[in-house]
C-alpha cells in the first residue's frame, strides 16, 4: 500500500512538473494546521455543510508571536456552468460586482455585517461562534458555512484565510489559508472537489479582494446607507454601522 | 561484556532503525508536499480555465446588438434571472445607446413578470421615461415578479439590504398594495441562495408573506421598521389580514 501512495505521489509530481508554469503554486505560509469537514447535501440538494478550523502553532513556522484573538476571512467565486459566467447572490444593478476582483473573487459577508472577517459582528470585538468563534494559540478558530440554493451545474470555490486580529506582535498577519470547493451535477446532486492549503497565488487574489472591499465596497455601502438600501445592522448586536469597515493592510507572518 | 554488547548491538540497532524512519519520514514528507503542489496546481489551472471561460462569454455578449440582448434580457426575464446574474442585464446596463423607449414598449406589452429585467434596467438608464409608465403597470410587473419567486435574491433581504427591485416595487406605492395583500397568506419560503445569505436565510425562515408585509409596511411608512422575530412579523401580518 504505500508502495501504491509512492507511485501516486510520484505521478503527482511529475504531473506538476510537467504541467506548464503556474509560478504562485507554492503552499503558502502556514503557521498551524486545519482541520477541514465538507458534507455535501447537509440541508439536502443544492446545499454544502462545511466545518473549517484553523489552529495557530507559532512554531510551525518558526515564530513566537502570541496572539490573542485570531479570525476567518473567506472569499469566494461561484462558477453557473450552464451559463458559462460567475454567479452572486447580491449587489450589482447600480454599482456592479461591487465586492468583486476581475477574477469574480469576492470576500463573503452578508452585506449588513460590516466587517469582513466572516464572524466577526458590527461592535468589531464579538466572534458570532455559529459562524466563526475567534482562536487564539493553540485554540481552534472554526468557520461554519452552509452555501446553498445556487442551482444545478455549479462550481463553489473558497479560500479561507486566518488572520490574527489582536495582538502585540502579529496583529493582521495571515497565519494560514484553507482553499475548498464543491460542485452540483445536473441533478442538484453535491460532492466535494478540490480541498487541500492554500497557495501563494490564491493568496494574491484574496489581496486583490482586500482591496476591492477596502476601495469599492467601503464607500458603495456608506452610499447604499445614505439611500436606505442598506441597514448595516448584524442582527445580533446593537452596533449599527454606518458603512463598512476597511480591512488593515494584511501581510504573511 | 557480554551484556555491553548486547547493549551497544542494541542501541546500533536502534539507531539504524531510527535513521530508517527518519529517512522515510523525510520521503513522506517530501512526497506529501510533492502531491500537494500537484493538486494546488491542478487547482489553480481548473480556475484559470474558468475565468477564460467566463471572460470568453463576456466577450461574446460584448459582441452583440443592443436588439439580440434585449430578446435574450426578456427570455433571462422568464427564467428569473436576477438583474445582476443575467449576461444580457451585465452588458446593456453599460451601455448608452439603450432605446428607452424599446424598453418601456416591451413592459407595456408584456405587463407581467416576464417584464422585469426591461424595468429594472430602464429604471437606471432612463429614470425619466421610466417615471412615464404608470405606477399600476409598474407595480403589476414587479409585484408578479414577487409572487413568482423562487428564490429572492432579486429582492434582498429585508430589513437588512434592499435590490433595485424592492426599492422600485417600495416606488410604486399604493398601487402596489393590492397584489400585495394577497400574497398576504402565502406561507411558502422566500429562500436566497449564497453562502453566508443561505445560512441567514435559514436563520430568520422568511415566507413569502414576510416580503409582502414589508412592502406593505414601508409603501405605508418609510419609517417602517421591519421586525424579524418571526412571531411580531406573524402579528403584523394577522392585522393586516382583517
Redesign the interface.
Known amino acids: 500500500m504505500p508502495g501504491r501512495?509512492?507511485v501516486?505521489?510520484?505521478l503527482?509530481?511529475a504531473?506538476?512538473i510537467l504541467?506548464p508554469g503556474?509560478p504562485?503554486?507554492?503552499?503558502a505560509t502556514e503557521c498551524g494546521s486545519w482541520s477541514f469537514t465538507g458534507n455535501p447535501g447537509a440541508?439536502g440538494p443544492?446545499?454544502y455543510g462545511v466545518n473549517d478550523g484553523f489552529t495557530f502553532t507559532p512554531a510551525n513556522c518558526n515564530n513566537s508571536c502570541n496572539c490573542s484573538v485570531d479570525g476567518i476571512i473567506?472569499m469566494?467565486?461561484v462558477?453557473?456552468a450552464a451559463?458559462?459566467?460567475?454567479?452572486?447572490?447580491?449587489?450589482?444593478?447600480?454599482y456592479g460586482?461591487s465586492r468583486a476582483t476581475a477574477?469574480?473573487w469576492m470576500i463573503?459577508?452578508?452585506?449588513?455585517?460590516g466587517n469582513a472577517y466572516?464572524g466577526l459582528e458590527n461592535d468589531g470585538v464579538t466572534f458570532d461562534a455559529?459562524?466563526n468563534n475567534a482562536g487564539s494559540n493553540g485554540v481552534v478558530s472554526t468557520l461554519?458555512?452552509?452555501?446553498?440554493?445556487?442551482?444545478s451545474n455549479i462550481?463553489f470555490?473558497?479560500l479561507d484565510v486566518d488572520v490574527c486580529y489582536n495582538s502585540k506582535t502579529c496583529q493582521n498577519s495571515i497565519l494560514g489559508s484553507y482553499?475548498w470547493?464543491w460542485h452540483s451535477d445536473n441533478s442538484g446532486t453535491v460532492s466535494s472537489f478540490?480541498n487541500?492549503?492554500g497557495?501563494t497565488?490564491?493568496e494574491a487574489e484574496f489581496q486583490k479582494a482586500v482591496t476591492v472591499w477596502n476601495t469599492n465596497w467601503v464607500p458603495i455601502s456608506k452610499t447604499?446607507v445614505q439611500n436606505?438600501?442598506?441597514?448595516m445592522?448584524d442582527?445580533v448586536s446593537s452596533t449599527i454601522l454606518n458603512q463598512a469597515v476597511a480591512l488593515p493592510t494584511l501581510t504573511d507572518l | 561484556m557480554l551484556n555491553f554488547k548486547r547493549l551497544m548491538l542494541a542501541g546500533s540497532l536502534l539507531f539504524i532503525w531510527l535513521t530508517a524512519c527518519n529517512q522515510q519520514n523525510n520521503q513522506d514528507n517530501q512526497n506529501n508536499q510533492a502531491a500537494q503542489a500537484a493538486q494546488q496546481q491542478i487547482a489553480a489551472a481548473q480556475i484559470d480555465s474558468l475565468q477564460k471561460i467566463v471572460a470568453h462569454t463576456s466577450q461574446r455578449f460584448h459582441s452583440y446588438k443592443n436588439d439580440t440582448l434585449i430578446q435574450i434580457l426578456v427570455a433571462e426575464s422568464a427564467k428569473q434571472k436576477e438583474p445582476f446574474n443575467s449576461l444580457a442585464y451585465r452588458e446593456l446596463v453599460t451601455r448608452k445607446d439603450v432605446s428607452a423607449d424599446t424598453l418601456a414598449a416591451i413592459v407595456r406589452r408584456l405587463k407581467d413578470r416576464n417584464a422585469l429585467l426591461p424595468l429594472i434596467l430602464l429604471r437606471n438608464l432612463n429614470a425619466t421615461v421610466y417615471k412615464s409608465l404608470p405606477a399600476e403597470l409598474r407595480a403589476g410587473v414587479l409585484t408578479d415578479a414577487l409572487r413568482a419567486s423562487k428564490m429572492f435574491n432579486t429582492w434582498g433581504f429585508p430589513p437588512f439590504y434592499l435590490q433595485d427591485a424592492s426599492v422600485a416595487l417600495i416606488d410604486c406605492g399604493r398601487p402596489a398594495v393590492p397584489a400585495l395583500k394577497q400574497m398576504l397568506r402565502d406561507t411558502s419560503a422566500a429562500p436566497v441562495f449564497g453562502s453566508k445569505q443561505y445560512m441567514e436565510y435559514l436563520h430568520y425562515r422568511y415566507r413569502v408573506c414576510d416580503y409582502a408585509l414589508f412592502f406593505i409596511r414601508k409603501i405605508e411608512d418609510p419609517k417602517f421598521i421591519f421586525p424579524t422575530a418571526r412571531d411580531k412579523r406573524d402579528s403584523l401580518i394577522s392585522v393586516e389580514l382583517k
Open positions: 501512495s509512492l501516486v505521489a510520484g503527482l509530481a504531473l506538476a504541467l503556474c504562485g503554486c507554492q503552499t440541508q443544492n446545499t473567506q469566494v467565486m462558477y453557473d451559463n458559462e459566467t460567475w454567479l452572486e447572490s447580491a449587489n450589482g444593478e447600480l460586482s477574477d469574480h463573503d459577508q452578508f452585506d449588513s455585517w466572516y455559529a459562524f461554519n458555512d452552509l452555501p446553498g440554493g445556487q442551482g462550481f470555490y473558497a482553499f470547493s478540490v487541500l492549503k497557495w497565488s490564491i447604499l436606505n438600501m442598506l441597514v445592522s442582527g
